[in-house]
Each structure stands twice: as structure tokens, then as C-alpha cells.
């Protein structure tokens, strides 16, 4: 038995169809021309020629050695911190895994955060902003929804906007209403645990620990975490300079870690590791946060040495606090004695300043203090002091104070009470942009 396909109604529509359009000619198919194994370098040397680059000096060592000298002479930040030659040959005998995948030497250390922080695990990221960012992306899980932070935080003010940009959250900012940190009843006043529809309700509280170098105190961060964590909201740390918190008030920092859901420290900050920071939480927390980081661009690969420089620092630069603490108190002393107003103290590495009430200016100040044979670096009322920070810096950066408050009242200036001075600043970081040494 035969069996068609087609029925004799499809066969006479057929029958009526034009004729088909003729076959276009085909294009001519370009093959790229490949160099095979036999083929001579001589013929792609001009492509190797334009992508060599040598990028040391041959005056690096003295150049390094002056870069060195400069940063034991800058008050701007304590993220100018390097690597010191013993961190770099640490740092190279460390494994060379893709992290993206695993290395050793990065899960090493994560393995050893969590442990010294009480937390189930810890995720190496590149920076302190990441580590926050992706911490609360991590936290926020359905909008809407906001973040509450103190108003001169870094999440709120350093950040690029991250927090709207990266979780479309909006943060609630609150001054501190006794003008050091955030207490509990800042919190109560401000949280948003509201279900109208107008509202953004609060799904993480902030803190940071320090902040401008100051520290809360422990008993309100209990206090904090015993309430939001009564209502259903997480506690989150940004906790870049917890070092700092723990070899100042000799508190372990699991007990600093305890009361918080997440933890983000930063190994960059005054400790002299190149890069990195880590962030702490459960182990539920930290695989949705490997994954965030692998969203936002932050996997890493061979991240080996920079774990390892991360690990030399927790060991050899942490217990050189200690000495930063006692010079950022001698600097304040000694302004204090000049007749500076202080405007933030030195509780741990940083102080913050007035000099008007001797009549002195920022800018008197660190032009002169540029001026110097050994120039200083200075920005505006932050002084940083760090663990590269040397003692002459700070004896000369107040020998320059002084001798212009000198030479103002020689003018006929009359020197204010700095105790008087002016009214509370809104913001006590008067900032004014740096003039490093230009390279001879």
C-alpha cells in the first residue's frame, strides 16, 4: 500500500506557487590566516613589541625607600599603609589556587576570622565598602526596606550611594544625640518597624565600631543588638577598625563580635596589607554572600598572596596599636597645650581639631607643613595616626602649629578659649583636599 505525504488538494496549491527565487550567490567566506607551531615569531613580533611593558624604575629602590618616608610623614588616612618587604616574602610563598574555585591559603584564612570572631564562616573581599555592601545586599531579601545608620557612617557617606544602588534600600540617618555614638534609644526613636504602605520598614541596623575613631562602648552595642533582635531586624558591624577596639579596651573580639549578625574587618586599614577585607557570619549567610560577591565582580582568583599579607599583618602589625594609640594621644596633648580646639580625642588612632582659636588655618597649616625639608602631608581637622606614622612626623607637624600661632600673636591676634570657641560643628570633619610631594 502506497501512502503520500501530501493530499492531491496540497499538490495543486503547489501547482500554483511561483516559481522559486534564484539562489543568491554566495559571500565570500574571509578565513583568518592562523599561525601554526612551525610559523616564526618573526612574524608576530610587531604585535608582541606593542604589548611589552616594564614598569620598574631603575631608580625603584631609592623611589620606594621615599615613598616609604612620605607615609611615615602622612596624617590624611591610615589606608596609606604598605607592605613591608618581610610582608611581601611572606606573602609569596603562599598557595596559588583560583578562589573563585579554592585556594588554600585564602580559605586559611577566612577559617581563622570566623574562628576569632565566634562566627561559622568568613568570605575574603577586595575592600571595606564591598564587605558592607554585599553584607546587606545579603541581609535584604524582600522590599521594601531600610537600613538604619549613623549619619556620619561610612556606609552612609563613602560609599557612593552603594546601599540604594546595589539593594534599592533606603537608609535612615541619625545624628547621635549625645554626639559620640549611637545609643538605644537613638535606635527606638528612629527604626521604622511600621506596616503602613508609606513606609520603608527597617530590615538592618548599622553600626560602626570605630567611628572617626572613637568607640562605643560595649554595654550599648548589647543594648542595641537585645532590642533589634527582639523586633525581627539584623545587626550588621562595619567594623574596618575593630583592631583598634579590642587592643585599646583589651576585649577579645568575639565578645566585640558577638552581639552582630555579620562583621565586616578590613586588613587595608592601618595594618599595611595591600588589599582585602573579610565579612563574618553564619555559613548560610556567607554561601548567599559568595554569591553576591560573584554578582557584584568581586571573585578573585589567584588571592593566595594577599591572604597571606592579610595574615602577617593579624600577626606582626596588630600589636603595633598599642604604639599608634600612645602617639595619637601625644599629638593631642600637644595641640591641646598650644591652644588648638579639640574636637574629636584621641581614643584611638585618630584626632580631629580646630585651629582657629589661635588664629591659624588649615591651609596655613599644611602649606607650611609641605614647605618643610621633609614634607608633611596634611588634609584638613583629621588627623590619622598609623602604624608607619614616625615620631619626628609628629614632632614636627606640632612644631609647625606652634610656631604659627606664634607668629599670629607676634601680629596681635589674641588667642580664644578653645573650650569656648565657636559652637558644636555639624560635621567635625572639616575636609580639605592633600598636596603630596611632587616626584623630583
Not at 607551531?37 to 631603575?58: G, R, V
Not at 552581639?259 to 596589607?273: Q, T
Not at 588648638?340 to 584621641?346: D, G, K, N, T
Request: charged letters at 20%; hydrophobic letters at 40%.
Amino acid at each position: 500500500m502506497r501512502i503520500s505525504l501530501f493530499s492531491s488538494t496540497s499538490i495543486r496549491r503547489c501547482a500554483r506557487l511561483p516559481p522559486p527565487s534564484p539562489i543568491p550567490t554566495p559571500r565570500p567566506v574571509f578565513i583568518m590566516r592562523r599561525a601554526n607551531s612551525h610559523s616564526s615569531l618573526n612574524n608576530i613580533a610587531p604585535i608582541l613589541d606593542e604589548l611589552k611593558l616594564d614598569l620598574i624604575s631603575e631608580n625603584h629602590v631609592q623611589e620606594n625607600a621615599a615613598k616609604r618616608k612620605e607615609i611615615s610623614r602622612t596624617f590624611i588616612s591610615d589606608t596609606i599603609t604598605v607592605p613591608t618587604e618581610e610582608m611581601y616574602a611572606y606573602a609569596t610563598t603562599a598557595t596559588l589556587g583560583d578562589d573563585v574555585y579554592f585556594d588554600p591559603s585564602t580559605a586559611h584564612l577566612e577559617a581563622h576570622v570566623a574562628k576569632i570572631t565566634g562566627k561559622e564562616a568568613a568570605l575574603f573581599v577586595s575592600s571595606g565598602t564591598a564587605s558592607n555592601q554585599i553584607a546587606l545586599r545579603t541581609h535584604l531579601q524582600q522590599p521594601p526596606y531600610s537600613v538604619l545608620v549613623d549619619q556620619r557612617s561610612h556606609i552612609n557617606k563613602y560609599e557612593a550611594g552603594g546601599t540604594a544602588f546595589h539593594s534599592g534600600a533606603h537608609l535612615i540617618t541619625v545624628s547621635p544625640s549625645n554626639k559620640h555614638h549611637l545609643t538605644l534609644e537613638d535606635v527606638k526613636d528612629n527604626i521604622m518597624l511600621s506596616d503602613d504602605i508609606h513606609f520603608a520598614p527597617t530590615t538592618v541596623v548599622a553600626l560602626e565600631n570605630t567611628l572617626n575613631g572613637t568607640i562605643i562602648p560595649q554595654e550599648e552595642v548589647e543594648r542595641i543588638s537585645e532590642y533589634v533582635h527582639s523586633v525581627g531586624v539584623k545587626l550588621h558591624l562595619d567594623g574596618a577598625r575593630i583592631w583598634h577596639v579590642a587592643i585599646e579596651t583589651e576585649t577579645p573580639l568575639k565578645e566585640l563580635c558577638d552581639p552582630f549578625d555579620s562583621v565586616s574587618l578590613c586588613f587595608s586599614k592601618g595594618l599595611g596589607a595591600p588589599v582585602g577585607s573579610c565579612l563574618v557570619g553564619s555559613k548560610e549567610f556567607i554561601k548567599k554572600a559568595r554569591w553576591f560577591r560573584k554578582l557584584f565582580g568581586g571573585g578573585m582568583r589567584q588571592t593566595g598572596f594577599l591572604a597571606a599579607s592579610a595574615a602577617y599583618a593579624l600577626t606582626h602589625n596588630v600589636p603595633k596599636l598599642v604604639q599608634v594609640h600612645a602617639l595619637a594621644r601625644k599629638l593631642e596633648a600637644g595641640l591641646e597645650e598650644i591652644g588648638c580646639r579639640i574636637l574629636s580625642r584621641a581614643e584611638t588612632c585618630m584626632i580631629f581639631y580646630d585651629p582657629a582659636p589661635v588664629g591659624v588655618s588649615y591651609d596655613e597649616i599644611a602649606e607650611r607643613g609641605s614647605a618643610l625639608p621633609e614634607p608633611l602631608v596634611l588634609g584638613g581637622s583629621r588627623l590619622v595616626v598609623h602604624i608607619q606614622t614616625s615620631e619626628e612626623a609628629v614632632q614636627d607637624f606640632l612644631t609647625v602649629v606652634r610656631t604659627l600661632a606664634q607668629e599670629k600673636k607676634s601680629a596681635g591676634f589674641v588667642a580664644s578659649d578653645p573650650n569656648t570657641y565657636g559652637a558644636f560643628l555639624k560635621d567635625i570633619y572639616v575636609r580639605r583636599a592633600a598636596t603630596f610631594p611632587k616626584k623630583v
